[in-house]
């Protein structure tokens, strides 16, 4: 019998390692070059590096290719702000201390990692709505003010985040963000999410789904139920 006490064996925290996205078509790589690994062709596996709570031990190792930085900013942007944690800076001795579930203060983390202000986001984009999470959706969605947006700019003033449980974030999804546009998500677009998840749950990964909707005044008012059909998958953390 493997037992553990938190503070004994480990110290109750979580640190995010990877972010995933669908990446470019292989009609932006070279053809003609057989070494490149195929599985490279269709994702992005972005690597965040250090561990703990300090948001300046790591980095994000965001790739030049502005389409991918760009998508990787809208996933952990929407990971930060979908969650309730909080992260205190204590002085003496000079450390970070997370305040609420571990897993909601990592993607904190990430996001300051990269250079987020996570103050200004919560102005930039105040919460509007929440659904908790609950055992039955193992999702949790907020509903923003986005009208300020420049980074993924619609005519919709509302934007929904909903993140959990990688299958059944997906399960609500018909859409995908792919190649800087919205797509739909096809047999194959899904197969390619699904691989990807189970590649990094072997790995001995916890994996989050996170996905949106744009929308308007009705965001504030559906139910659960007709609030979190019809997303658009964004990525995988």
């Not at 002085?91 to 203060?105: F, H, L, M, V, Y």
């Amino acid at each position: 019998i493997c037992t553990d006490k938190t503070g004994t064996l480990t110290k109750n925290e979580m640190t995010v390692r990877y972010l995933w996205l669908p990446r470019q078509p292989q009609t932006q790589a070279d053809p003609a070059n057989t070494e490149l690994d195929p599985d490279a062709l269709t994702k992005a596996l972005i690597e965040i590096t250090g561990a703990g709570y300090d948001p300046t031990n790591g980095k994000v190792n965001i790739p030049s290719d502005s389409q991918i930085a760009w998508k990787a900013k809208v996933l952990l942007i929407g990971s930060a702000l979908c969650s309730n944690a909080r992260l205190v800076h204590l002085n003496a001795p000079s450390r970070w201390q997370e305040i609420g579930d571990p897993t909601e203060a990592a993607l904190l983390v990430a996001a300051a990692k990269a250079e987020l202000n996570l103050e200004n986001l919560q102005k930039q984009y105040p919460r509007l709505r929440e659904i908790p999470f609950d055992s039955r959706r193992l999702m949790m969605t907020v509903v923003l003010n986005w009208q300020s947006s420049e980074l993924w700019s619609s005519e919709f003033p509302n934007l929904a985040f909903t993140k959990g449980a990688p299958l059944e974030v997906l399960k609500h999804c018909h859409l995908i963000l792919r190649d800087g546009e919205t797509q739909e998500l096809t047999h194959d677009y899904w197969d390619e999410v699904v691989k990807a998840n189970d590649d990094l749950a072997r790995q001995g990964l916890r994996v989050l789904g996170l996905a949106a909707r744009r929308g308007g005044q009705e965001l504030l008012n559906l139910k659960a139920q007709d609030l979190e059909p019809d997303l658009i998958s964004l990525g995988l953390v």
